[in-house]
């Protein structure tokens, strides 16, 4: 099992930026692809990014290419989600996620796959 712990969280008002972060423990990070999701009120969860366990491999939702990028260190056991010029569309619950695979390049981006789940953190975007 993977404990996974999200911060970075806040208020922006449209075009500001925030840099969410996830610390995991509990297993060797290296050997787990990791995503992150968001659930706005009233909504499914959805994939945001996903990124390999090589790094070298990422997924993006449409609506947030060229404005987010996932990253990891696994040196550190973390993975990153900045985001920039924001909108109001992107306030939602972010979540990150883990999924143990042999697969280093497998981008992981079904909510279902995943086995662990932090326990979010809330982005506000004002207009």
């Known amino acids: 099992q993977v404990q996974l712990v999200e911060s970075g969280g806040g208020s922006v008002q449209a075009g500001g930026s925030l840099r969410l972060s996830c610390a995991a423990s509990g297993r060797t990070f290296s050997t787990i692809a990791m995503g992150w999701f968001r659930q706005a009120p009233g909504k499914e969860r959805t994939i945001v990014a996903a990124i390999a366990r090589n790094g070298k491999g990422t997924y993006y939702l449409d609506s947030v290419k060229g404005r987010f990028s996932i990253s990891r260190d696994n040196a550190k056991n973390a993975v990153y989600l900045q985001m920039t010029d924001l909108k109001p569309e992107d306030t939602a619950v972010y979540y990150c996620?883990?999924?143990?695979?042999?697969?280093?390049?497998?981008?992981?981006?079904?909510?279902?796959?995943?086995?662990?789940w932090g326990q979010g953190t809330q982005v506000t975007v004002s207009s």
């Open positions: 996620a883990a999924r143990r695979t042999t697969n280093t390049i497998m981008v992981v981006t079904r909510t279902f796959d995943y086995s662990d």
